[in-house]
């Protein structure tokens, strides 16, 4: 069985602050939680900027490079920096960042999407930041853009035209044959790294026969050119991710994509949820592979060849 990957997704668009006092906002929380999930055996580093001063998500290149060199600097992990931002941005944002940059590795949501995150409401009573709960009670009018027409400027413009590579993020079956189309066209190098998501409202919920399916069909479009991994929101984050893990694939954590570590209980760090799936995965028998392994499974350009 390969050697077995750990993504962690740092700080993202999907939660507010108020939901914990935990969440990295600013430029030395994104950096802190970055060089601890590395050291405790993230591989790959996914990366959103916030604005330090509201907590809102920001497509600022200037957020961005205050923690980008320094994560580099002090770490060898792959940095993936999102093309995904918010649904709020415009493709010209959402690129900015990454082309400025030019990094190893980028996210590409693999199709539009209802992102509906207003059931979130009602867990907050109270509210650090103005724009937080007007966010969420709009979602339910919210979609997340990515036409074709919109993956295919970024699989040039990041991938042909800067070198990187993608984490493609599937929220449904139909995300896999739009990858599948683009492969056909020559847009996508092989091998492919596809993140399966789970328990998003607006894509496929986090039952263990939506995973199965999911491998089934990637294994038949696909073959032997992909890995997959696995990411579930929320209260799913770990079941799901243990299961892929025992199924051969790979793995993401990170206050992204879970605020907890276990049933009531913040996590305090993203290192915390890295460390708890170390364990499990190694006491699964999978070897966690290191960045310089993961550049070479992932057929990475290497840092050197980054702007950052």
């Known amino acids: 069985m390969t050697k077995i990957l750990i993504t962690c997704a ?5 939660h507010t602050p108020s939901m914990s006092p935990y969440l990295p906002i600013t430029p030395d929380e994104i950096t802190e939680h970055a060089l601890g999930a590395a050291e405790a055996g993230a591989a790959i580093l996914h990366l959103h ?10 497509a600022l290149k200037e957020d961005f490079m205050a923690f980008l060199p320094r994560i580099k600097q002090a770490s060898d992990a792959v940095l993936n920096i999102s093309t995904g931002g918010s649904a709020l941005m415009t493709l010209d944002d959402r690129l900015a960042a990454p082309k400025l940059a030019e990094p190893e590795m980028c996210s590409l949501n693999m ?22 709960k007007p966010f969420l009670e709009n979602s339910d009018d919210l979609v997340f853009k990515n036409t074709p027409r919109d993956m295919a400027r970024i699989l040039t413009e990041m991938g042909v035209d800067r070198g990187a590579r993608f984490e493609f993020e599937c929220y449904d079956i139909g995300h896999l044959y739009m990858l599948k189309h683009f492969v056909d066209r020559g847009l996508v190098q092989k091998p492919l790294f596809i993140q399966f998501v789970f328990g998003v409202l607006g894509g496929m919920g986090a039952d263990p026969e939506n995973l199965m399916h999911m491998k089934v069909i990637a294994d ?11 990411l ?34 913040l996590a305090k760090t993203n290192a915390e949820q890295v460390v708890k799936i170390r364990r499990i995965v190694e006491d699964l028998g ?8 993961a550049r070479a499974m992932l057929g990475l350009k290497g840092a050197d060849r980054t702007a950052i």
Not at 10 to 14: E, L
Not at 49 to 58: I, L
Request: aromatic residues 10%; glycine residues 10%; hydrophobic residues 40%.
């Open 111 to 132: 199709g539009s999407l209802n992102f509906a995150l207003y059931p979130a409401v009602q867990k907050v009573s109270e509210w650090k930041f103005d724009w937080e």
């Open 232 to 265: 579930a929101a929320g209260r799913h984050q770990m079941p799901f991710i243990t299961m892929a893990a025992a199924m051969g694939g790979h793995v993401r954590v990170g206050l992204e994509d879970s605020l907890m570590i276990s049933r009531g209980t």
């Open 49 to 58: 900027a916030r604005n330090p001063k509201t907590g809102q998500p920001s």
């Open 220 to 230: 038949k479009l696909f073959g032997d050119d992909y890995m997959f991994s696995v």
């Open 286 to 293: 999978r070897e966690v592979a290191t960045p310089t392994e």
């Open 10 to 14: 740092i700080t993202g668009s999907i």
